[in-house]
C-alpha cells in the first residue's frame, strides 16, 4: 500500500471478496528528501503516504506494517540507475523496482508470516495458460492507464503469486469511487509522478552522490566530431532532448548519441533520430521463448505507442527488432515490451538502436 488510490482500491477489493489481507508500505528512500515539498507534488513513499496507507487499513479492518527495504532497494534500484546514466544510457528504474525489490526482496520478507500472494494496485492483469501451465501477463482492462510495461521483467514464479485487482477495472474514475465508497479522503489524492527517490524530479543530485562522473562537463558534438559547445554531464541528457543544450545554431538539434567513454554528447537534426529496429539484451520471456522469428508490436517507452515489428531470437537472451515504420529516439538502457494482442510477451534492455 503505496498511500495512493490504486493500491487503496486494491486492499478494498480484496477484504470485500473475504480474502484475508495484510497492509504494507515500503520505506525505501531518506525520508530528509521529502520534508520540503508541498502537498500534492507528486511525490510517492514519503512518511504522509505511510501514514496515509496506515489509515487506510484500519478504516478497511486489515493490519498495516511498515517494511525498511531500503538498503536492497539502494543497491537495486538506485545504484544501478546512477551508473546507467553515467554510462550514456537511460535506465527504467521502475522495471528494475518491480522485479528485484516489490516482487523479490518484499515477498521473500512476506513469505515466513504466512503470505501466499502479493497483490498491487498496478493497472495489469495476470491470467493462467490452462493448456500449457504458464501464467501469461495481459494489459490492464484500461488501455489509458495500463502498466504492462513496467512489469514486463517479472518471472513466472512472481506472476504466479501475484494479484492484480484494479486490472479489470475500466478506468481511474472507477477506482476513485470505490475508495470514496468506503470513506476514504485518499479517494482524491494525486497520481505520484516522478521517480520516488527524486521526488521533485531532480535526479541529478542523486548522480552527484552516486555517480558524480555523471556530472562531469564535456564537448558537445555535431556528426561530423566537429565541437559545437560543451555539455554539463552526460547524466543531464537522453536521446532525442532538445532542451537544455545551450546551442544557438538557428536550427533545432536533438541528442542523437551519448558517448560515455569520450565523455562527448552528440546531437543533430530530427531526421538522425530515425531507427529502423534495435537489438535489447537481458530479455525476460513470460512464459517459453520463441525459437523462430515472430510479429507483434513493441514499445520501447512507457508513454510511447507501439510499433508492428519483427523479433529475432538471437543468442545471451538478446533479441533484434525490426520495425515496420521506423521510430524516433531510441534510448539504450530503456526497456522494449512485446506484445501480441493484450498480451506481453516479454521485454528487455535496449542496448542499441539500428
Same mark, same amino acid.
Given at each position: 500500500?503505496?498511500?495512493?488510490?490504486?493500491?487503496?482500491?486494491?486492499?478494498?477489493?480484496?477484504?470485500?471478496?473475504?480474502?484475508?489481507?495484510?497492509? %504494507?508500505?515500503?520505506?525505501?528512500?531518506?525520508?530528509?528528501?521529502? +520534508?520540503?515539498?508541498?502537498?500534492? *507534488?507528486?511525490?510517492?513513499?514519503?512518511?504522509?503516504?505511510?501514514?496515509?496507507?496506515?489509515?487506510?487499513?484500519?478504516?478497511?479492518?486489515?493490519?498495516?506494517?511498515?517494511?525498511?527495504? *531500503?538498503?536492497?532497494?539502494?543497491?537495486?534500484?538506485?545504484? &544501478?540507475?546512477?551508473?546507467?546514466?553515467?554510462?550514456?544510457?537511460? &535506465?527504467?528504474?521502475?522495471?528494475?523496482?518491480?522485479?528485484?525489490?516489490?516482487?523479490?526482496?518484499?515477498?521473500?520478507?512476506?513469505? &515466513?508470516?504466512?503470505?501466499?500472494?502479493?497483490?498491487?494496485?498496478?493497472?495489469?492483469?495476470?491470467?493462467?495458460?490452462?493448456?500449457?501451465?504458464?501464467?501469461?501477463?495481459?494489459?490492464?482492462?484500461?488501455?489509458?492507464?495500463?502498466?504492462?510495461?513496467?512489469?514486463?521483467?517479472?518471472?513466472?514464479?512472481?506472476?504466479?503469486?501475484?494479484? !492484480?485487482?484494479?486490472?479489470?477495472?475500466?478506468?481511474?474514475?472507477?477506482?476513485?469511487?470505490?475508495?470514496?465508497?468506503?470513506?476514504?479522503?485518499?479517494?482524491?489524492?494525486?497520481?505520484?509522478?516522478?521517480?520516488?527517490?527524486?521526488?521533485?524530479?531532480?535526479?541529478?543530485? %542523486?548522480?552527484?552522490?552516486? +555517480?558524480?562522473?555523471?556530472?562531469? &562537463?564535456?564537448?558537445?558534438?555535431?556528426?561530423?566530431?566537429?565541437?559545437?559547445?560543451?555539455?554539463?554531464?552526460?547524466?543531464?541528457?537522453?536521446?532525442?532532448?532538445?532542451?537544455?543544450?545551450?546551442? +544557438?545554431?538557428? /536550427?533545432?538539434?536533438?541528442?542523437?548519441?551519448?558517448?560515455?567513454?569520450?565523455?562527448?554528447?552528440?546531437?543533430?537534426?530530427?531526421?538522425?533520430?530515425?531507427?529502423?529496429?534495435?537489438?535489447?539484451?537481458?530479455?525476460?520471456?513470460?512464459?517459453?521463448?520463441?525459437?523462430?522469428?515472430?510479429?507483434?508490436?513493441?514499445?520501447?517507452?512507457?508513454?510511447?505507442?507501439?510499433?508492428?515489428?519483427?523479433?529475432?531470437?538471437?543468442?545471451?537472451?538478446? /533479441?533484434?527488432?525490426? !520495425?515496420?515504420?521506423? %521510430?524516433?529516439?531510441?534510448?539504450?538502457? #530503456? #526497456? +522494449?515490451?512485446?506484445? #501480441?494482442?493484450?498480451?506481453?510477451?516479454?521485454?528487455?534492455?535496449?542496448?542499441?538502436?539500428?
Amino acid at each position: 500500500m503505496s498511500g495512493g488510490v490504486d493500491s487503496t482500491a486494491a486492499a478494498a477489493m480484496l477484504t470485500s471478496s473475504g480474502q484475508a489481507a495484510l497492509g %504494507v508500505t515500503m520505506k525505501l528512500w531518506d525520508c530528509e528528501l521529502f +520534508a520540503g515539498l508541498a502537498p500534492g *507534488s507528486g511525490a510517492c513513499c514519503s512518511p504522509r503516504d505511510a501514514a496515509d496507507a496506515a489509515r487506510a487499513a484500519r478504516k478497511l479492518g486489515i493490519d498495516h506494517v511498515l517494511l525498511d527495504l *531500503s538498503e536492497v532497494f539502494l543497491d537495486e534500484v538506485v545504484k &544501478p540507475f546512477c551508473r546507467d546514466y553515467a554510462a550514456g544510457r537511460t &535506465p527504467s528504474p521502475c522495471v528494475g523496482c518491480n522485479r528485484r525489490v516489490k516482487f523479490a526482496a518484499l515477498f521473500d520478507r512476506l513469505l &515466513p508470516a504466512g503470505c501466499e500472494f502479493i497483490a498491487t494496485g498496478h493497472y495489469a492483469r495476470v491470467v493462467r495458460h490452462e493448456p500449457t501451465g504458464e501464467y501469461h501477463l495481459l494489459r490492464g482492462l484500461s488501455r489509458q492507464r495500463d502498466q504492462s510495461y513496467f512489469l514486463s521483467a517479472l518471472t513466472q514464479e512472481q506472476l504466479s503469486r501475484t494479484l !492484480f485487482p484494479v486490472g479489470g477495472v475500466s478506468g481511474k474514475e472507477e477506482v476513485r469511487e470505490l475508495v470514496a465508497s468506503y470513506g476514504l479522503k485518499i479517494s482524491a489524492k494525486a497520481a505520484s509522478q516522478e521517480f520516488c527517490f527524486a521526488p521533485d524530479g531532480d535526479y541529478a543530485r %542523486v548522480l552527484a552522490r552516486y +555517480a558524480p562522473e555523471a556530472l562531469q &562537463p564535456g564537448p558537445l558534438l555535431d556528426s561530423a566530431g566537429k565541437l559545437l559547445g560543451e555539455h554539463r554531464g552526460v547524466g543531464r541528457y537522453t536521446i532525442g532532448q532538445r532542451r537544455g543544450l545551450g546551442l +544557438a545554431t538557428g /536550427v533545432p538539434l536533438y541528442v542523437l548519441r551519448i558517448d560515455a567513454a569520450a565523455n562527448a554528447v552528440i546531437v543533430g537534426p530530427d531526421e538522425e533520430l530515425l531507427a529502423t529496429g534495435l537489438v535489447t539484451e537481458e530479455v525476460n520471456w513470460n512464459g517459453a521463448a520463441p525459437s523462430a522469428p515472430l510479429a507483434c508490436t513493441v514499445r520501447v517507452r512507457h508513454a510511447g505507442g507501439e510499433t508492428p515489428s519483427k523479433l529475432e531470437p538471437l543468442a545471451g537472451s538478446r /533479441v533484434r527488432v525490426e !520495425f515496420e515504420t521506423p %521510430v524516433r529516439a531510441i534510448a539504450p538502457g #530503456q #526497456q +522494449a515490451v512485446f506484445y #501480441q494482442g493484450e498480451r506481453v510477451l516479454g521485454g528487455g534492455r535496449i542496448s542499441k538502436a539500428l
